[in-house]
C-alpha cells in the first residue's frame, strides 16, 4: 500500500485574514443530500504559539483549505476550552457551512410569492431577502468540485428536464416550515437539489453528476497488488425498501377504483421481476409532469440505500491521481474482497485526524445513477395508468427502455467476473 504525504489543513477566518493549522485532531464532514457541511477542530493549546480563542470567535466567518484548497466555508458555531487536572489544555472550534443558517432558520410564511417565479427567483428570494446573503446561484457544481479537488475533471453536462429559468407552481411556505427545509420541498419536485460551493460564493442549484472521469481510483485487490489503497470497507445490498413500481397521483386525483394515477415510474429492473407496487399521493403536483417527478424521486431516495459501499482509505488525497476526495465524484471502485466494481459516486466525505488512528479519509459510495433526482421521458413508459387492476395488466405488458439505474453501470455493481 502506498505512503500518504501528511495533508495540510488550514482554518481561514475571513474578518481577520488570520491562518490556523497545527491541529492535534480534526472532522470534516460531507453529506450531499444532508444539510450542512460540518467541521470541528481540536489543538492542544500548550503546543501552539496563538491564543486560538482570542483570535477566533462564533459568528466568524471560515474557510478550511486542505492542501491550499477550499473545502468548506460558513460560520464559526463554537469555540471552546477544556482541560483535566494536569493533563493539559485543548481548544475545539466548531462550524458548518454557509447553508446552517437557514437549516436553523424559518421561512417567514407571510413572504410574497408570484406564480410566475422560478427557481432562480425562489431561492434569491429565500437566502438574499429574507437572510440577507449575497450569494450567486450556480446552475451546475463544476467550478466548486474542481476547486475542492484540485484538479479540473471532465465531465458531460446532465440533460435535465427543468432550468433555473423556468417557472416553479405552488410555492407558498408552510406555517413553521425551516427554510431550507422549504427550498428543497420545491427544488425536489422539479429535479433539483442545493448545496454551498466550497468557497462561500454561492449556492448550487443541480443534481448529482454521474457523466464525468473518475477522480479517484481506490483498490483491493487479492494479489496484494502495490495499487491496494483501501484500508476497510463495508458492503451492504438491501432490497427491503425498493419498490417495482410507483405510481403517483395528484392533488386533484380522487382515490376509489377509478382514480386516475397519473405518474409512473418503472423500477422492476432492481426487484428481479418481483411485483411490489407503491402508490403514493401528492398534494402539491398538479401535472403529469409533476407527478413523473415524484414517482422518480420516490424511486431514487429508495435506491439510495438498494447498495452502499463504505470504505476508509489513508490521507486525503488519492495517491493514484493526486486528486482530494470530495461530494459529487465519481470513483474507479476495483474491490475483489468485497466481489464489486465499477463507476461508483460519492455520497458522502469525512475527513478525520487524530493522534491514535492519523489522517483517515472515510467514503460512502453508491452506483454511479442510483440517485435520481431527475426524470426524463425516456425512463418511464407512458402514462396515465387508469385504475390499479390496469395498472398490473400495463406493467406485464411493459416493454420499456431500462431506468437509469439500470442502463449503464449495474453489470459491474456485484460480482463482476459472474456477470
Excluded at 422518480?296 to 491521481?321: E, H, P
Aim: hydrophobic content about 35%; charged content about 25%; proline content about 5%.
Amino acid at each position: 500500500m502506498t505512503q500518504t504525504p501528511i495533508d495540510k489543513v488550514t482554518l481561514v477566518i475571513q474578518t481577520s485574514g488570520r491562518e490556523f493549522g497545527l491541529w492535534t485532531s480534526l472532522e470534516l464532514s460531507d453529506d450531499f443530500l444532508t444539510p450542512c457541511q460540518t467541521v470541528k477542530l481540536e489543538v492542544a493549546a500548550d503546543e501552539t504559539r496563538f491564543d486560538l480563542v482570542k483570535e477566533v470567535h462564533h459568528g466568524d466567518g471560515f474557510v478550511v483549505m486542505v492542501n491550499d484548497q477550499p473545502q468548506c466555508s460558513g460560520f464559526i458555531d463554537s469555540v471552546g476550552i477544556s482541560y483535566h487536572g494536569h493533563g493539559g489544555t485543548t481548544v475545539t472550534v466548531q462550524g458548518s457551512d454557509g447553508l446552517s443558517r437557514l437549516v436553523r432558520g424559518n421561512v417567514d410564511p407571510r413572504m410574497q410569492v408570484s406564480e410566475t417565479m422560478t427557481a432562480s427567483d425562489l431561492v434569491e428570494k429565500v437566502v438574499k431577502q429574507q437572510f440577507g446573503y449575497d450569494y450567486a446561484i450556480f446552475g451546475d457544481y463544476d467550478s466548486g468540485r474542481a476547486l475542492c479537488v484540485g484538479k479540473p475533471i471532465k465531465s458531460k453536462a446532465t440533460k435535465r428536464r427543468k432550468k433555473l429559468t423556468d417557472k416553479v407552481e405552488n410555492i407558498r411556505p408552510h406555517d413553521n416550515e425551516g427554510a431550507f427545509a422549504y427550498l428543497m420541498r420545491i427544488m425536489h419536485r422539479v429535479g433539483l437539489h442545493m448545496w454551498f460551493q466550497p468557497d462561500g460564493k454561492g449556492v448550487v442549484l443541480s443534481g448529482p453528476e454521474y457523466e464525468q472521469s473518475p477522480s479517484y481510483s481506490l483498490n483491493n485487490y487479492l494479489d496484494g497488488s502495490i495499487l491496494n489503497n483501501i484500508e476497510s470497507a463495508d458492503c451492504t445490498v438491501n432490497v427491503s425498501g425498493v419498490p417495482s413500481h410507483v405510481w403517483v397521483r395528484g392533488k386533484d386525483g380522487k382515490p376509489g377504483p377509478k382514480s386516475k394515477m397519473i405518474g409512473f415510474y418503472d423500477n422492476s429492473a432492481n426487484t428481479s421481476g418481483n411485483f411490489i407496487p407503491f402508490y403514493a399521493k401528492d398534494d402539491e403536483s398538479s401535472t403529469k409532469e409533476h407527478c413523473d417527478s415524484v414517482a422518480a424521486y420516490i424511486v431514487g431516495k429508495a435506491m439510495k440505500d438498494f447498495l452502499t459501499y463504505s470504505c476508509t482509505t489513508r490521507g486525503f488525497t488519492n495517491q493514484q491521481t493526486g486528486a482530494i476526495y470530495n461530494v459529487d465524484t465519481i470513483v474507479d471502485l476495483n474491490d475483489e474482497r468485497a466481489g464489486i466494481s465499477g463507476d461508483m459516486w460519492v455520497e458522502s466525505r469525512t475527513f478525520r485526524k487524530d493522534r491514535a488512528g492519523g489522517t483517515i479519509t472515510s467514503l460512502k459510495l453508491l452506483p454511479a445513477n442510483a440517485l435520481i433526482l431527475e426524470y426524463l421521458l425516456a425512463d418511464s413508459p407512458p402514462s396515465p395508468i387508469e385504475d390499479y387492476t390496469k395498472a398490473m395488466k400495463a406493467v406485464a405488458k411493459f416493454e420499456g427502455q431500462p431506468s437509469p439505474a439500470e442502463a449503464k453501470h449495474v453489470a459491474n455493481w456485484i460480482n463482476p467476473e459472474t456477470k
